[in-house]
């Protein structure tokens, strides 16, 4: 059995990640921690969570969080883990972390799109981004991984497999995307409030939301040229879902059908991206509750673009479902070992 801790038990990331572990059968939730709410009951603030035996919820302590612990999730704001993650690593205890700390490789990008100071480089160094789909033998070996923000997720996987043909310029990729209301976390404030987002949609952080430089920074690995995205959030009145539409302008004559086929052969063995057949139009409630990416294709002929739809849910591939996955590889467990196979539906 994998012990595991989770750092930010109270939050909606460290909630499913505790109902994903709760059924997985190599993995004990040995210790749950939290800054607010130490030597009290997960059921106090998440009464659903009632009769699953669990831990009571510790303070965080990197000296007393080894020994006790194979693996620890760290389900944080932006700036908590970049101190906290290296010392658990030192003292041989493997990190998932969800939070941004350690995804951008440039420090001086970091600060400026997440206005924390960054992690010593040679943690940054030292962590490999988790998108599993692309990079799982780096993963396997890791002690220490980003995984990745929800939109940079839902963006990448559709994006990928372009950018290494050559088919689509590099610099015109248009990036729209749009999340639940989950995705801001369960702090309360003005922006999330009920009267405010009910029977409404509004884009936020336009042309400055922290996940840009994660997808450019990605997309250039894979491509080796400079690459920028026009990436705009919208805020759509629903509890979970992304559904990311990307637009890209095509260079060449390739077809709809050549694409597909490039689709379905890059994820072929992938169990979690399903391409969906050509002309579809994926929806979030297909993904609810589940670890999938849904991407399908379409190439409009008449601009010469490539216009690509992507949904998960952002709690799940966007986030915990995602770091399940990785914990997977990295202990060397079957991929799919306790992530939902069917998604939630109606």
């Known amino acids: 059995m994998v012990r595991v801790g989770i750092v930010g038990a109270t939050g909606y990331g460290g909630a499913e990640l505790i109902r994903l572990l709760a059924g997985h059968p190599h993995v004990e939730i040995?210790?749950?921690?939290?800054?607010?709410?130490?030597?009290?009951?997960?059921?106090?603030?998440?009464?659903?969570?009632?009769?699953?035996?669990?831990?009571?919820?510790?303070?965080?302590?990197?000296?007393?969080?080894?020994?006790?612990?194979?693996?620890?999730?760290?389900?944080?704001?932006?700036?908590v883990?970049?101190?906290?993650?290296?010392?658990?690593?030192?003292?041989?205890?493997?990190?998932?972390?969800?939070?941004?700390?350690?995804?951008?490789?440039?420090?001086?990008?970091?600060?400026?799109?997440?206005?924390?100071?960054?992690?010593?480089?040679?943690?940054?160094?030292?962590?490999?981004?988790?998108?599993?789909?692309?990079?799982?033998?780096q993963v396997a070996g890791a002690s220490l991984i980003a995984n990745p923000g929800c939109y940079p997720t839902a963006t990448l996987l559709a994006l990928l497999p372009l950018v290494k043909t050559g088919w689509v310029q590099p610099n015109s990729w248009i990036v729209d995307a749009k999340s639940g209301v989950s995705g801001a976390g369960r702090g309360v404030s003005l922006g999330v409030h009920y009267s405010e987002i009910n029977e409404s949609i509004h884009a936020y952080k336009v042309a400055n939301h922290q996940h840009t430089p994660e997808i450019e920074q990605e997309l250039q690995k894979q491509s080796g040229e400079e690459t920028f995205v026009q990436?705009?959030?919208?805020?759509?009145?629903?509890?979970?879902?992304?559904?990311?539409?990307?637009?890209?302008?095509?260079?060449?004559?390739?077809?709809?059908?050549?694409?597909?086929?490039?689709?379905?052969?890059?994820?072929?063995?992938?169990?979690?991206?399903?391409?969906?057949?050509?002309g579809s139009h994926p929806h979030t409630k297909e993904v609810y509750g589940s670890n999938y990416c849904d991407i399908a294709i379409h190439v409009d002929q008449r601009t010469k673009r490539v216009i690509l739809l992507s949904v998960i849910d952002n709690m799940m591939k966007g986030a915990a479902g995602q770091a399940v996955q990785n914990m997977n590889a990295m202990f060397d467990l079957p991929e799919k070992t306790g992530l939902p196979l069917v998604p939630v539906y109606p």
């Open 81 to 137: 883990s970049s101190g906290l993650s290296p010392k658990l690593v030192e003292k041989g205890v493997k990190v998932i972390d969800l939070s941004g700390d350690f995804r951008l490789e440039n420090g001086a990008v970091y600060k400026t799109w997440y206005k924390h100071e960054p992690a010593p480089s040679q943690w940054v160094e030292t962590a490999v981004y988790g998108l599993t789909e692309w990079n799982q033998e």
């Open 30 to 79: 040995a210790n749950l921690y939290s800054s607010s709410s130490e030597g009290e009951s997960l059921e106090k603030s998440f009464p659903h969570a009632a009769g699953l035996g669990l831990p009571t919820l510790s303070p965080i302590d990197a000296d007393s969080m080894s020994g006790v612990n194979d693996l620890i999730f760290l389900a944080t704001p932006a700036g």
């Open 231 to 278: 990436f705009t959030p919208h805020l759509v009145p629903m509890t979970r879902g992304i559904l990311v539409t990307a637009y890209g302008q095509l260079t060449t004559d390739v077809t709809q059908a050549q694409i597909q086929e490039l689709y379905e052969a890059t994820y072929a063995d992938k169990p979690f991206v399903r391409v969906r057949p050509a």
